[in-house]
């Protein structure tokens, strides 16, 4: 059993950045891939970025490409996600999420943990 919580959202100006971070408890935590989705509203869960069990391989979604970076410390049981040059489409819940064994992992039905999500707000 994993559980995770956020935190690091807020309110930003456009070109702003925020650093999201996911704590994790329960026990071995770098046995799992660690993903980020995000919802708006009106609109369908979608993925954002994942990472590998040690970090060492990343996958974004188009869109953030370039501009968030996901990364993860197994040592403090954390997953985290900067995000710089934000733009006011990026206005939303996000999510972060765990699954043990590795897949696509594109897809939020392929996660078998959530947190509850913090409120990302970018101003134009």
């Known amino acids: 059993q994993v559980q995770l919580v956020e935190s690091g959202g807020g309110l930003v100006q456009a070109g702003g950045s925020l650093r999201l971070s996911c704590a994790a408890s329960?026990?071995?935590?770098?046995?799992?891939?660690m993903g980020w989705f995000r919802q708006a509203p009106g609109k369908e869960r979608e993925f954002v970025a994942y990472?590998?069990?040690?970090?060492?391989?990343?996958y974004y979604a188009d869109s953030v490409k370039g501009r968030f970076t996901i990364s993860r410390d197994n040592a403090k049981n954390t997953v985290y996600m900067q995000m710089n040059s934000l733009k006011p489409e990026d206005t939303a819940v996000y999510y972060c999420?765990?699954?043990?064994?590795?897949?696509?992992?594109?897809?939020?039905?392929?996660?078998?943990?959530w947190g509850q999500g913090t409120q990302v707000t970018v101003s134009s």
């Open positions: 999420a765990a699954r043990y064994y590795s897949g696509s992992n594109f897809r939020p039905d392929e996660y078998d943990y």
């Open positions: 329960g026990r071995f935590f770098s046995n799992y891939i």
């Open positions: 990472i590998s069990y040690s970090g060492s391989s990343t």
